[in-house]
Structure formats: C-alpha cells, structure tokens
C-alpha cells in the first residue's frame, strides 16, 4: 500500500498510529507530498481530486480518503481486535468520538491556515476565534467524558490523543491542560504508546 503523506498532519498521524497499532505498518510505503488548498499538489490530485492527505492507494490500486475511510479500511486487513467496534453502543461512542476529535482538529488546522497561509490583509480574526471556541468546546466535552474512556484503544480515542497531539505542536500557548486535569492525565499515560511516541510531528 502506498500512502500519501506528510509530517506534521494530525490526520495523517491517525492512520500512523492506527497501522502501528494493527500491526500494519510495515505493509505501507510512505510517499512525502506538500500539498496547501492554493498549491495543490498534481500527483496527489490524480488520485484525490479534493487533494488532501492522507490518501492511501491499497495493493489494488484503489485509492482511498480521508483518514476515517483508510483508518476503517485498515482495521478491515488485520485479526486483532477490532478498531471500530462492531458492537452497537460501542460503536456510535467510538465514531462520536472520532467526529469530535476530527472537528477539534478541522478548527485548528483551518487556523493554521488563516494565520499561515493567507496573506496578513485578509485575516479575520473573529473568524479565528470562531474556530477556536470549536476546539475549546470540543476539548471541555471530552475533559466531561475521559473518566469514561477505558483502558480499550480504538480509533475514536485514537483521534483524541493526535487531536491533542496537534495543540502541543501547533497551540502550546493555548495550554488546554490548565483547565482540563483529566485529559492532561490520560494523555500524558497514551502518549508513552509506541505508536505515539514514534509518530511524534516534526517540521522538516
Ligand atoms: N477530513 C480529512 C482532513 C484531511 C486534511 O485536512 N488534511 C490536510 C493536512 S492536515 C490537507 O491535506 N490539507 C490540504 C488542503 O486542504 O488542500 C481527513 O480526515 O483525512
């Protein structure tokens, strides 16, 4: 399988972490691409028309996105327990989970890009608190949640751990920890994982 990629993405980071974590990894050939909504790039295009990593492309050469579809994908190839419970009152948790930390991580990362990429005239900075009141909302919910988060891993909690993962690298002046003790706790317990800590983001 050949993935579409590039450090820092918390969204590529999920898929990371999710084929460390099913054992999967060594099958994957890892494929590095810059790609920004005004320079996207043409190989990826070909195979994603939105242009987004990650973009997997299976040994078929079907190719698959975004990062819930590749990460359901991969739970689809191996015999461990399952990801994405089958199991009905799990698995609504589990994907509500995964949309909140995917919504965390859609607010911060169009962030980025307001304060990154588009030009100093055109920032609105109502708009970016706008996007941020989504992380912190998002971020208080779980903070209510996390007593309840069990010892399982799967991918809504998957998606936490990168979603939190984005704020140190991206927002560390933000310091979500401060008011939300018990997810400062069981993160700092996740994030010693394998599969996290050898995906931590780096900038080249
Ligand atoms: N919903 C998508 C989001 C993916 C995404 O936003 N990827 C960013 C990198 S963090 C990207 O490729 N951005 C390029 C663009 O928006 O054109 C997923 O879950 O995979």
Not at 44 to 63: Q, V
Not at 147 to 158: E, L, P, S
Not at 163 to 174: D, H, M, Q, V
Not at 176 to 187: I, N, S
Request: charge should be negative; proline fraction near 6%.
């Amino acid at each position: 399988m050949k993935l579409y990629a590039t450090s820092p993405s918390p969204f590529v980071r999920k898929v990371l972490v999710m084929a460390i974590e099913t054992g999967l990894s060594g099958r994957i050939e890892h494929v590095s691409l810059t790609t920004t909504p005004v320079a996207p790039d043409s190989e990826l295009i070909r195979s994603n028309p939105i242009a987004k990593m990650p973009t997997l492309i299976t040994d078929t050469g079907t190719a698959l996105y975004d990062s819930r579809v590749i990460c359901e994908y991969l739970d689809s190839l191996h015999d461990g327990a399952r990801m994405f419970p089958v199991e009905t009152t799990a698995r609504w948790t589990v994907l509500r989970r995964q949309a909140l930390g995917d919504g965390v991580l859609d607010a911060a990362v169009s962030i980025r890009y307001e304060t990154v990429l588009r030009p100093d005239e055109k920032r609105w900075s109502a708009w970016i608190e706008g996007q941020m009141g989504k992380v912190r909302r998002g971020l208080d919910t779980l903070e209510n949640e996390v007593a309840t988060f069990d010892d399982d891993v799967n991918i809504g909690i998957i998606t936490v751990a990168c979603a939190l993962g984005y704020l140190n690298f991206r927002y560390p002046e933000e310091d979500w920890r401060a008011p939300r003790p018990g997810l400062r706790d069981w993160y700092a317990k996740f994030a010693t994982r394998e599969s996290m800590a050898t995906t931590e983001p780096v900038v080249f």
